[in-house]
């Protein structure tokens, strides 16, 4: 199993930034992907961005040149560095990990970020 915990969120000013960080524990070793999502009130969950094991990164089209993610290893976090904040931007941001081959996903509890205009 992977227990997975996001801090990081916020309320902040359109324009500003916010880093948002996923830390992994349990079985990481068999992380596939581990990614974020968000979900705004209202609307379905989303993929923000995703980070495999081979270093594969995919974003979202409305987060590119934005956003950022990157992969600690040696302490198994997934940071997610957030430029540039929109109104839009705002919503309930989980992290996700896919295991043992695609087969079992985990997700986090979620954290709240709010972008005032």
């Known amino acids: 199993q992977v227990r997975l915990v996001e801090s990081g969120g916020g309320l902040v000013q359109t324009g500003g930034s916010l880093r948002l960080s996923c830390a992994a524990s349990?079985?990481?070793?068999?992380?596939?992907?581990i990614g974020w999502y968000r979900q705004a009130p209202g609307k379905q969950r989303e993929l923000v961005a995703t980070?495999?094991?081979?270093?594969?990164?995919n974003y979202a089209n409305s987060v590119k040149g934005r956003f950022t993610i990157s992969r600690d290893h040696a302490n198994n976090t997934v940071l997610l560095l957030m430029n540039s904040l929109k109104p839009e931007d705002t919503a309930v941001y989980y992290c996700?990990?896919?295991?043992?081959?695609?087969?079992?996903?985990?997700w986090g509890q979620g954290t709240q970020v709010t972008v005032s205009s």
């Open positions: 996700n990990a896919w295991t043992n081959n695609y087969l079992v996903d985990y």
């Open positions: 349990g079985s990481t070793f068999s992380i596939n992907v």
């Open positions: 980070i495999s094991s081979g270093g594969t990164i």
